[in-house]
């Protein structure tokens, strides 16, 4: 089976179960030559399970997965061109710096001139050369992150797995690794295939976001796309906060409340996603946007949270919509909310 043109992998309807429970269900997937693609997921959800697939380490039941034209799942871990950074680094406590990230390649009988070129480079990559000498526990840990990090791209794969590496380190840290990250994957070209549970980091790092469901692929899609976009209530309502408005439908209108706007669908109920920032609220006298809809409402509660704060509205019976404004925006308790149709996103369900 040849791979597309610009796909580095495919993965073809790969089912893995663990006795009764299915883990993963026919999840088909295409990973781009040089994208940083993100399995998104919560526990349970299968994320880990593919990657070990893609790695070699668990054999799916069904499906197969391909590299460039060559079957990759029938290879054994050390056959792919394939390497793995794990969630607790898994370095050799009692080696360096410098013998760890050389040891794939001391194991593949590398001359020992490249070795020491090649390790020397990938410890420049990674600004850690001043670290060689040093034991894994004499490091921080975004240092040693690094350090795992260089193992693996001083084997030139084709392809990175990484396995949530960044869970482990303080927030400001974890912010800094991912923009380095980033930056790292943009300069080395190789294709990274990143692993986590965080949206944000998800939506921070990637150039497409995978989002498993109970082992199902649930939504593929770049950052925006999947936020501006979902196609279901659970991609709406995993990745950022949003209203789920339950309209009823008529005459080509949706209704919810004292909310209405205008609905192509010819069904009488109808799912709607709308994020709490694409809601204005407008001062009394203020023009209306070209088509958008109004409705009168009551503040609920308000959660300050510095920059911005969230509102809970109640427009009409049923209707609380969570809107975001400005820290300083300072609401009254009445006020009047504005909506551009537009971002009033139709579910499947």
Request: aromatic share 6%.
């Amino acid at each position: 089976m040849m791979t597309p043109d610009g796909v580095l992998l495919s993965i073809q309807g790969v089912t893995k179960r663990f006795g009764a429970t299915a883990v993963l269900e026919a999840v088909s997937i295409d990973i781009k030559e040089r994208e940083f693609l993100t399995v998104l997921g919560e526990s349970g959800s299968g994320k880990t399970t593919l990657l070990r697939i893609i790695a070699g380490f668990e054999q799916p039941d069904s499906g197969e997965v391909w590299m460039k034209g060559e079957r990759l799942d029938t290879k054994p871990p050390n056959r792919r061109n394939v390497n793995t950074v794990f969630q607790h680094y898994a370095l050799f406590p009692h080696l360096s710096v410098f013998e760890n990230v050389a040891y794939g390649l001391r194991a593949r009988n590398i001359e020992k001139s490249e070795v020491t070129s090649r390790v020397t480079a990938a410890l420049a990559q990674m600004k850690i050369e001043e670290f060689a000498r040093r034991r894994p526990a004499q490091l921080s840990g975004g240092q040693q992150q690094r350090v795992a990090v260089a193992r693996a791209l001083v084997n030139q794969p084709s392809l990175l797995l990484l396995d949530e590496p960044l869970s482990a380190l303080d927030a400001n840290l974890r912010r800094y690794m991912q923009a380095e990250l980033k930056a790292l994957q943009r300069e080395v070209g190789i294709t990274f295939a990143f692993v986590t549970h965080d949206q944000e980091e998800a939506m921070t790092l990637s150039d497409r976001i995978v989002l498993l469901r109970r082992g199902r692929v649930e939504q593929i899609d770049t950052p925006r796309d999947i936020y501006n976009r979902p196609r279901t209530s659970y991609a709406a309502s995993f990745i950022g906060q949003t209203n789920l408005l339950a309209a009823q439908i008529e005459n080509r209108r949706a209704r919810l409340g004292d909310l209405e706007w205008p609905c192509a669908s010819g069904q009488r109920q109808a799912l709607f996603s709308l994020r709490p920032e694409d809601i204005r609220i407008v001062a009394d006298g203020e023009p209306a946007k070209t088509n958008g809809v109004r409705c009168r409402g009551f503040v609920r509660s308000r959660v300050f949270t510095g920059a911005s704060e969230l509102l809970e509205v109640e427009c009409g019976t049923g209707a609380l919509l969570k809107v975001r404004v400005s820290g300083q925006f300072g609401a009254p308790d009445q006020v009047t909310v504005e909506v551009a149709p537009e971002r009033i996103v139709p579910l499947a369900e």
